[in-house]
Nanobody
Framework: QVQLVESGGGLVQPGGSLRLSCVGS????????MSWYRQAPGKERELVAG????????NYADSVKGRFTMSRDNAKNTVYLQMNSLKPEDTAVYYC????????WGQGTQVTVSS
């Protein structure tokens, strides 16, 4: 069955860094565009970053440009989100999404930025 499993979340101080990972299985990972979304308490889910199937192009929300970097390794069926200079407003559950003919979601990983 299709699975997307996120990991790497946790508690970090403002200005710190985290690296999220998302491993896909049960589908042809390399043909899917991948994205990271996040949802903070009381807010709608928002797009954070996206990457094309081959990894040639990325796009970012204005709020994370210059701080977050998304990448993928199709040999490992994995996408990453390197998050630097974290701010309290980055606190949210982060979700991995795969999109092509269908759309799949992971279960999410909590990121908390607090002193």
């Amino acid at each position: 069955q299709v699975q997307l499993v996120e990991s790497g979340g946790g508690l970090v101080q403002p200005g710190g860094s985290l690296r999220l990972s998302c491993v896909g299985s049960g589908f042809t990972f390399s043909i899917y565009a991948m994205s990271w979304y996040r949802q903070a308490p009381g807010k709608e889910r928002e797009l954070v970053a996206g990457i094309t199937s081959a990894g040639g192009r990325t796009n970012y929300a204005d709020s994370v440009k210059g701080r977050f970097t998304m990448s993928r390794d199709n040999a490992k069926n994995t996408v990453y989100l390197q998050m630097n200079s974290l701010k309290p407003e980055d606190t949210a559950v982060y979700y991995c999404n795969a999109r092509w003919a269908s759309s799949y979601w992971g279960q999410g990983t909590q990121v908390t930025v607090s002193s």
